[in-house]
């Protein structure tokens, strides 16, 4: 087997630069440049209860999932829906199981930085997802999962990447388990049609910027490709629009959009202050346009939203046939019922 030519975080040492502390492996090769500071953390936390209630609770998006192995890929460094679902699988008193197996399954959180501390039946990997899998045989072997989990890793996977990516999640789930991936495209939208010069602003810099580190800030419309091009049946996408602000008609997502307002203005600062101040802007002309993005968040008139995409596919039983179209595709199986589609707004 030849030498693995993409490089592994080896530590969590990191660097102080514009007032927040950043892992160094990541920015010296432009692999999600976010803080790693505490108040990224709780941006984390506040960001993933946001999503848990769009999509109402719901762990996974294909219906009546009763995984036993699950891969968590991007499970930020707070590892909260690996938590949530070893929270839920959680055996209660009357089970048979022993004391050292207290949960119906087993999830493997992997990322390129963790924070300290142990959770129960969570297995934290450090790993960058741009390496094949091929170069770990342990956690990331074959045909071992029945859920695969995908989230948020458009300014981590290269934009090369992203097709052997999709196909080694897919060899690495069981016949017939699921991957269910999810990524937001944080080029704010309007439904007023009104320009957005601040927000505009800000999603140039930082599109250009990751596309400067051979990243991909629009993947979401592709995945679904991807996972047709690995092999998946059954598969299931939609948009769906996070609010930003107080304007919604819906008392649910007026709600969402109101508490997003605050998270989305945190998103901004974390996920452009490296790009951004890297690119030659002034801490002031920085400062200046954060708060230009505040302004027009505060407009309820524009109707801002965040779009995302949500996409979940199966992985053929053996015995299924391929389409006879170079071998990048799947007949659906007529005889499985497709997952209803979740609730999109």
């Not at 094949?132 to 996977?157: G, M, T, W």
């Not at 990524?183 to 049609?193: L, N, P, V």
Request: net charge negative.
């Amino acid at each position: 087997m030849t030498s693995n030519p993409q490089p592994q975080p080896r530590s969590g040492a990191s660097v102080h630069e514009y007032g927040r502390d950043f892992l160094a492996f990541s920015v010296q090769h432009g692999i999600h440049c976010v803080p790693i500071d505490d108040e990224e953390l709780n941006r984390q936390a506040d960001f993933y209860d946001i999503m848990s209630r769009l999509f109402e609770r719901r762990l996974f998006l294909p219906n009546d999932l009763t995984p036993e192995f699950v891969l968590d890929c991007g499970s930020g460094s707070g590892i909260e829906w690996a938590e949530e679902v070893m929270e839920k699988s959680e055996l209660g008193p009357g089970s048979s199981s022993s004391e050292d197996d207290d949960f119906a399954c087993q999830v493997v959180a992997v990322d390129i930085f963790h924070t300290e501390g142990s959770s129960p039946g969570v297995v934290k990997k450090i790993w960058n997802l741009n390496v094949a899998f091929r170069y770990d045989q342990e956690e990331l072997a074959r045909d071992k999962y029945d859920l695969v989990n995908s989230r948020f890793l458009a300014d981590s996977i290269d934009a090369s990447r992203w097709g052997a990516y999709v196909q080694d999640l897919h060899d690495r789930l069981r016949g017939g388990g699921w991957l269910q991936m999810l990524e937001a495209h944080f080029h704010f939208q309007s439904r007023s049609g009104m320009p957005l010069e601040y927000l505009s602003r800000w999603w140039n810099i930082y599109s250009q910027a990751l596309e400067g580190h051979n990243k991909d800030p629009r993947v979401g419309t592709e995945l679904s490709r991807y996972m047709a091009n690995a092999g998946f049946i059954n598969i299931s996408m939609e948009p769906k629009q996070l609010p930003v602000g107080e304007w919604h008609q819906d008392p649910r997502l007026r709600e969402i959009g109101r508490d997003m307002k605050r998270i989305a203005l945190q998103t901004l600062r974390s996920l452009g202050i490296w790009h951004c101040r890297r690119a030659g802007m002034q801490e002031v002309d920085f400062e200046d346009l954060i708060a230009g993005c505040e302004r027009e968040m505060s407009d309820t008139n524009l109707q801002l939203y965040i779009p995302l995409f949500a996409i979940w596919g199966q992985r053929a039983e053996r015995g299924q046939n391929r389409v006879d179209n170079g071998g990048s595709a799947y007949i659906p199986d007529p005889s499985r019922r497709l997952p209803p589609p979740v609730d999109w707004a």
